[in-house]
């Protein structure tokens, strides 16, 4: 059974800085590209950044040069630094891996960006 489990998400004041967790299980984490979005409330969920297989990022505009992804295939977790929060940041993140035909998608993890 896949599960993702989110964490680190908090409140932080505007230019503080968080890293978000995305612990895997029941997958095999190394050959999957793995997903970071984010919900604001009212909004539609979006796409924050992607982590491939072979160690390609992307990035969406509005966290460029400010957030970083990353993973730890050996525990089977992915990160999300985030520098230079801005109140505009303020969402419920999730971790999303595409996997056999499935998406599974972590619980959220609630970031809360004070100005």
């Known amino acids: 059974q896949v599960q993702l489990v989110d964490a680190g998400g908090g409140l932080v004041q505007a230019g503080g800085s968080l890293r978000l967790s995305c612990a895997a299980s029941?997958?095999?984490?190394?050959?999957?590209?793995i997903y970071w979005y984010r919900q604001a409330p009212g909004k539609r969920r979006e796409f924050v950044a992607t982590?491939?297989?072979?160690?390609?990022?992307n990035y969406a505009d509005s966290v460029k040069g400010r957030f970083t992804i990353s993973r730890d295939n050996a525990k089977n977790t992915v990160y999300l630094q985030m520098n230079s929060l801005k109140p505009e940041d303020t969402a419920v993140y999730y971790c999303?891996?595409?996997?056999?035909?499935?998406?599974?998608w972590g619980q959220g993890t609630q970031v809360t960006v004070s100005s």
């Open positions: 029941g997958i095999i984490f190394s050959i999957n590209t």
């Open positions: 999303n891996v595409p996997y056999l035909g499935t998406n599974y």
């Open positions: 982590h491939t297989t072979n160690g390609r990022t």
